[in-house]
């Protein structure tokens, strides 16, 4: 399988000024129990994967398609029920009435991966470690224990290809300043994202 094209990046830019949307535009309504706006939220997802490609190395496409085939399978329930599924924690809880779990399997493992990677980057930028340490740091403490024998390898396999730190944040912008500011803040809104839906994943409601 072949890499996928970096975006090009204008000058002055940032990449993650490229992603169609960020964690930090996704709306979250505080008087409705934090939800959380589900077609925003998944084009979000959708951007976050392209880093992969910034990554470089063909050992992440599966970590990507994975990630992007967990979208769909949302996406898919709220095409079909899209008055029932305007936020991540109502799609669940009108699938999970229907007895399929289908999207709410998928939101699982989305963000289980979502979680890795925020991880991982937030643990390098605030260090002087290499990225291919960053994220076998995070892997160990979160996806390692959901993956069976058959799977670790091939995450394995992407980490071990991680290219050097200061290689990966010169291609995300020439303004190296900018780029961890902007980062951090992403980071940051990913991460609250992250929790809010760890918790609801946890919770009676969203079980099946």
């Known amino acids: 399988m072949a890499a996928a094209a970096v975006v ?24 409705k129990g934090n939800a959380i706006s589900t077609a925003e939220f998944l084009e979000a997802a959708e951007s976050l994967t392209t880093m992969f490609d910034v990554l470089g190395s063909v050992a992440f496409s599966p970590v990507k398609k994975d990630m992007l085939g967990n979208v769909e399978k949302i996406r898919k329930r709220m095409l079909a029920a899209p008055l029932e599924s305007q936020n991540i924690q109502d799609l669940v809880r009108n699938e999970l009435k229907t007895k399929s779990h289908t999207a709410t399997e998928g939101l699982l493992w ?93 919770s009676k409601e969203a079980k099946w």
């Open 8 to 31: 090009q990046i204008p000058a002055g830019a940032t990449f993650l000024e490229t992603f169609k949307k960020s964690f930090v535009d996704v709306p979250i309504d505080a008087e």
């Open 110 to 202: 989305l963000v289980r991966g979502l979680e890795f990677t925020c991880i991982a980057l937030s643990k390098n930028i605030g260090s002087t470690e290499e990225l291919a340490d960053s994220f076998r740091g995070s892997y160990s403490v979160t996806l390692m224990r959901h993956h069976s024998f058959l799977v670790k390898p091939i995450f394995s396999a992407a980490m071990s290809a991680c290219p050097y730190r200061k290689d990966f944040y010169a291609k995300l912008g020439d303004d190296e300043q900018k780029v961890q500011e902007e980062l951090r803040e992403y980071l940051a809104a990913l991460d609250k994202i992250v929790n809010i839906l760890k918790g609801f994943l946890e």
